[in-house]
């Protein structure tokens, strides 16, 4: 086997090795060359390269949201670290394994006007779990830095940062390894739960308890638990398109329930408790609701961190949600209420409201949501980009089979694709990318990759510019809104569907959208479907959406 020469890059390999990192995502460079021989030379591990580093740290970002396992991405020196960072900041918030291991130039080199040289040590400290600063020479505290590393990312799920200065020569080779490094087998301590019976009984005696559920992965939840909670009279459940949880009492168009309330609405559906339970919440309009109308309890349960998100937060069960209710439940009483009946009824008049509103609109936005939304295949993955995107899916109800995910920790538009072609090669499964415009041209280097399934398909909402500025407060018709809110534009993914191998096909109205998507789920080759809507119609529509469902 082939092994870099370099000791210190020997070390890292043969660490991550014995922790299973197995999945390396390299940004092509000099610097990192040790590394890279080391990897790539290695069965042990599954390489990719990918050129642009901000689109390589979103695609393992991606592969690790799906396999919920560490993943690394290895750079050259300079300023290619700098852009791992927004797919870093997006682990951080996301709670996703990312480890970022970036070559660098010896201390002796930096600030002295070398080339390609900038500070590296600590440059995502304020989003980093942990910071491994190695040395050039191999020492038992390099080994215990990265082994560190490597752990924080698991237990606390999240991205950290290993920083290795190499000197050169850095492409030589050797046939066998020559260090010997003492591999740490980290205790793991699991904190017992609390007793429950103060907060069973504040539960016991609440008529109106909420729980609102943010992003989780399939199966992160006991179905036994979700359908006991659901037939709770007093319990109305609100989830939102990512929490992949499903049941037919559940809320899932938060939206579209609470826009309409007037203030007594409001006030008859403030909850005594609230449960928060999974990643950030997209919908606005629930959080206004819940700053405003505080509960007099909120409990979030999270094995690792409880946002203060309404300003109401009174207690954080560091718990799995599984552990926390397999405890809760058998302390529970039920009682007489008419919470939940009260928010089905309403679910339904929506339901109603919905569909008349539906039937009478022309093509838009909200009009091509519907129809794709209704087509999916059954058992594949939705990823949404953020924006408007992920507003509009929160509107429509989705088959229980269908994963969906979207990169709300910093509900940033700049990876969508990118995290949906590294989720699409780690699942396996048939993927869609629901994505804007702005979404996709801003990561249209996403393409750029040789590992793309045959089975990922991209639907593109072209609507020529960032749409969801129109339903913001401060939309008005003149050039700086145009030009520098909305940003319009004439442009089209033809060209670069050509460019990198995509077929293409594209929809302007109803019929064509419904045979295009149809073509679109049944090819067998990567695909991009690109509708397009009125520009000048599509916030109308949606406002008056609101206004049609009293």
Same mark, same amino acid.
């Given at each position: 086997?082939?092994?870099?020469?370099?000791?210190?890059?020997?070390?890292?390999?043969?660490?991550?090795?014995?922790?299973?990192?197995?999945?390396?995502?390299?940004?092509?460079g000099?610097?990192?060359?040790p590394?890279?021989?080391?990897f790539?030379?290695?069965?042990?591990?599954?390489?990719?390269?990918?050129?642009?580093?901000?689109?390589?740290?979103?695609?393992?970002?991606?592969i690790a949201?799906q *396999?919920?396992?560490?993943?690394?991405?290895?750079?050259?020196?300079?300023?290619?670290?700098?852009?791992?960072?927004?797919?870093?900041?997006?682990?951080?918030?996301?709670?996703?394994p990312?480890?970022?291991?970036?070559?660098?130039?010896?201390?002796?080199?930096?600030?002295?006007?070398?080339?390609?040289?900038?500070?590296?040590?600590?440059?995502f400290?304020?989003?980093s779990?942990y910071?491994a600063?190695?040395?050039?020479?191999?020492?038992?505290?390099?080994?215990?830095?990265?082994?560190?590393?490597?752990?924080?990312?698991v237990?606390?799920?999240?991205p950290?940062?290993?920083?290795?200065?190499?000197?050169?020569?850095?492409?030589?080779?050797? #046939?066998?390894?020559?260090?010997?490094?003492?591999?740490?087998?980290?205790t793991?301590?699991?904190?017992?739960?609390?007793?429950?019976?103060?907060f069973?009984?504040?539960?016991?005696?609440?008529?109106?308890?909420?729980?609102?559920i943010?992003?989780?992965?399939?199966?992160?939840?006991?179905?036994?638990?979700?359908?006991?909670?659901?037939?709770?009279?007093?319990?109305?459940?609100?989830?939102?398109v990512?929490?992949?949880?499903?049941?037919?009492?559940?809320?899932?168009n938060? #939206?579209?329930?609470?826009?309409?309330?007037?203030e007594e609405?409001?006030i008859?559906?403030k909850?005594?408790? *609230?449960?928060t339970?999974?990643?950030?919440i997209?919908?606005?309009?629930?959080?206004?609701?819940?700053?405003?109308?505080?509960?007099?309890?909120?409990?979030?349960?999270?094995?690792?961190?409880?946002?203060?998100?309404?300003?109401c937060?009174?207690?954080?069960?560091?718990?799995s949600?599984?552990?926390?209710?397999?405890n809760?439940?058998?302390?529970?009483i039920? *009682?007489?209420?008419?919470?939940?009946?009260n928010?089905?009824?309403?679910?339904?008049?929506?339901?109603?409201?919905?569909?008349?509103?539906?039937?009478?609109?022309?093509?838009?936005?909200?009009?091509?949501?519907?129809?794709? *939304?209704?087509?999916?295949s059954?058992?594949?993955?939705?990823?949404?980009s953020?924006?408007?995107?992920?507003?509009y899916?929160?509107?429509?109800?989705? #088959?229980s089979?269908?994963?969906?995910?979207?990169?709300r920790?910093?509900?940033?538009?700049d990876?969508?694709?990118?995290?949906?072609?590294?989720?699409?090669?780690?699942s396996?499964?048939?993927?869609?990318?629901?994505?804007g415009d702005?979404?996709?041209?801003? #990561?249209?280097?996403?393409?750029?990759?040789?590992?793309?399934?045959?089975?990922?398909?991209?639907?593109?909402?072209?609507?020529?510019?960032?749409g969801?500025?129109?339903?913001?407060?401060?939309?008005?018709?003149?050039?700086?809104?145009?030009?520098?809110?909305?940003?319009?534009h004439?442009?089209t993914?033809?060209?670069?569907?050509?460019?990198y191998?995509?077929?293409?096909?594209?929809?302007v109205?109803?019929?064509?959208?419904?045979?295009?998507?149809?073509?679109?789920l049944?090819?067998?080759?990567s695909?991009?479907?690109?509708?397009?809507?009125?520009t000048?119609?599509?916030?109308?529509?949606?406002?008056?959406?609101?206004k049609?469902?009293?």
């Amino acid at each position: 086997m082939i092994y870099p020469k370099i000791p210190l890059a020997q070390s890292i390999i043969e660490i991550c090795k014995a922790k299973e990192l197995h999945h390396i995502v390299i940004s092509p460079g000099s610097r990192n060359a040790p590394l890279t021989i080391g990897f790539t030379n290695n069965p042990e591990f599954t390489c990719y390269s990918v050129a642009d580093e901000r689109c390589a740290a979103f695609f393992a970002l991606g592969i690790a949201q799906q *396999l919920q396992k560490p993943v690394a991405v290895v750079c050259t020196s300079g300023s290619a670290l700098l852009n791992y960072y927004p797919a870093f900041a997006e682990a951080f918030y996301s709670q996703i394994p990312l480890v970022v291991i970036s070559a660098d130039r010896p201390q002796n080199k930096i600030d002295i006007g070398d080339g390609q040289t900038i500070r590296q040590e600590n440059v995502f400290d304020n989003h980093s779990l942990y910071n491994a600063n190695l040395v050039e020479e191999i020492s038992e505290g390099n080994d215990v830095k990265i082994q560190s590393a490597i752990h924080f990312a698991v237990i606390k799920k999240g991205p950290v940062h290993i920083n290795v200065p190499f000197e050169e020569p850095l492409y030589e080779t050797v #046939d066998d390894i020559s260090v010997h490094t003492k591999i740490i087998d980290f205790t793991l301590i699991n904190k017992e739960l609390e007793s429950l019976d103060i907060f069973a009984n504040q539960w016991n005696q609440a008529k109106k308890k909420l729980i609102l559920i943010g992003g989780c992965n399939p199966n992160f939840m006991q179905q036994s638990i979700l359908d006991f909670l659901a037939n709770d009279n007093s319990v109305v459940i609100m989830t939102e398109v990512t929490s992949n949880v499903h049941h037919s009492n559940f809320i899932t168009n938060i #939206d579209t329930i609470i826009t309409p309330f007037t203030e007594e609405d409001f006030i008859n559906f403030k909850p005594e408790i *609230l449960i928060t339970i999974g990643g950030m919440i997209v919908s606005k309009r629930i959080k206004a609701f819940l700053r405003k109308y505080k509960p007099q309890e909120h409990w979030h349960i999270d094995e690792l961190r409880a946002y203060d998100t309404f300003g109401c937060l009174t207690k954080h069960f560091q718990t799995s949600p599984n552990v926390f209710f397999n405890n809760f439940i058998p302390k529970i009483i039920p *009682l007489e209420s008419d919470y939940l009946q009260n928010a089905l009824t309403i679910k339904e008049v929506r339901l109603q409201k919905t569909k008349i509103y539906l039937d009478k609109i022309p093509f838009s936005d909200f009009k091509a949501f519907e129809i794709i *939304l209704q087509n999916l295949s059954l058992h594949s993955q939705l990823q949404i980009s953020n924006s408007s995107a992920i507003r509009y899916a929160q509107l429509f109800a989705i #088959d229980s089979s269908i994963e969906v995910f979207c990169n709300r920790g910093t509900s940033g538009i700049d990876g969508s694709t990118s995290t949906a072609i590294g989720a699409a090669l780690a699942s396996g499964k048939e993927t869609v990318l629901i994505t804007g415009d702005i979404s996709f041209l801003y #990561d249209s280097n996403a393409l750029w990759n040789n590992y793309i399934p045959k089975n990922f398909k991209i639907i593109l909402l072209n609507n020529g510019g960032g749409g969801i500025f129109r339903i913001l407060p401060g939309h008005k018709e003149n050039e700086t809104f145009n030009t520098y809110f909305e940003t319009s534009h004439h442009l089209t993914a033809e060209h670069i569907a050509k460019m990198y191998g995509f077929k293409y096909e594209k929809a302007v109205d109803e019929k064509s959208l419904k045979e295009n998507l149809e073509i679109t789920l049944n090819t067998e080759k990567s695909i991009i479907l690109e509708v397009f809507t009125p520009t000048k119609v599509n916030d109308s529509i949606l406002l008056d959406y609101f206004k049609n469902l009293t």
